[in-house]
Structures are given as C-alpha cells and as structure tokens.
C-alpha cells in the first residue's frame, strides 16, 4: 500500500509540472520552476539536483511518447482495480475531510482534502524503517488533468495549472538514507 500511494503522489507531481510551464510561456508571470533535489547520506553521499523552468516542460512534454504517454497526455486505465480519473474526479468534487487512514504495524497512510489541496502522508514503521512520504496536490492541478476527457490525464494542461500556483511544497519523500524534495518557486537554483 505504501509503495502505491507514493507511485501516485509521485504521478499526480509530475503531471502537475507541465501546467506551469504554459502560463510562464504566455508572459503572465515569471517562469516557475520545478525542483527535485535528492540528497543521499550513504557513503558515496550523491546529491543531486534538478531544476526545470516548466515553461520547458510544457514545450517537451508533448514530444515524449513512450509507453502510455502521447502528446502530453497519458491514458490511464486502473491502478490496481482502482480507476483512477474515478477517483481524482470524487475527491474534487466532494468537501474538505479526511477520507483514509490507516493505521498498522507496518505503517500509517492519511489521504484528506484540505485548503485547496490533496494531501497524502505515508510513514513506514516496518524493520526500523523511518521512511515518510508527505505530498500536497493543489486541486486545481487535479481539475487541470481531468480536462483531457475520458481515460487520459492531460499532463500538459497540469503544469499549466501548476503554474499558477505560489511557492509551494510537492513532495517530501525521507528515510534513513536519503531525502527526496520536490518544490516550485520563481527560482533557477535550488539552495
């Protein structure tokens, strides 16, 4: 379970790059910029950093077609016997709560609409595992991806919407061995 929540937070973060990209494109505001950073504290400790103006995304992202992913959009069917538009399309439309948690012996999962946002927190508590995944979809990301029509996301039409968004956290992914940050704000670099 805890492996697909972040599968999906992760795919609802990357289809929500591509929205911002447009409006930055249009000369509305200043480019956004999506950031990944992944610090690794292991003995080779690896850093690495990704920072990507989503105005560049949204102009590349319509060229990749690979697998499931065609001009900038991706078909998606079920995920695990869960349809996944289904359910991207109730948790728009219904009123802030929490609607999962799960709590056991392995780990905790919370799912909630909260403020605007869709919110998802993970912990693993397995082997002495200290991993923790936190992630914050805006809704409007979520409406964005819905336009495409039936049994596709419109990952392009996502960053858009990403874009118009402030300063915000996405994803937040952190164990004992590494950090996995992904943000965006008007800066280049990620400091």
Do not use: C
């Amino acid at each position: 379970m805890f492996a697909l929540v972040t599968a999906l937070l992760l795919a609802s973060t990357a289809a929500q790059v591509p929205i911002a990209a447009g409006r930055a494109a249009q000369g509305t505001q200043p480019d956004r910029w999506l950031h990944v950073r992944v610090d690794n504290q292991e003995a080779k400790g690896e850093l690495v950093r990704i920072n990507l103006p989503l105005s560049f995304a949204e102009k590349v992202l319509p060229t990749i077609k690979h697998d499931k992913l065609r001009n900038g959009k991706i078909t998606v069917d079920q995920a695990n016997g869960v349809d996944l538009r289904a359910l991207l399309e109730a948790v728009r439309t219904t009123k802030d709560g929490e609607f999962i948690t799960v709590q056991g012996t392995t780990g905790d999962v919370r799912v909630a609409k909260q403020g605007g946002y869709l919110l998802v927190h993970a912990r693993e508590n397995k082997d002495g595992s200290k991993k923790r995944v936190e992630v914050r979809v805006p809704l409007t990301v979520v409406d964005a991806l819905l336009s495409a029509g039936n049994n596709e996301l419109d990952l392009v039409a996502g960053l858009r919407a990403l874009g118009s968004q402030g300063d915000t956290e996405l994803v937040t992914v952190k164990d004992e061995k590494s950090t996995v940050r992904i943000w965006l704000d008007s800066r280049s670099t990620s400091d």
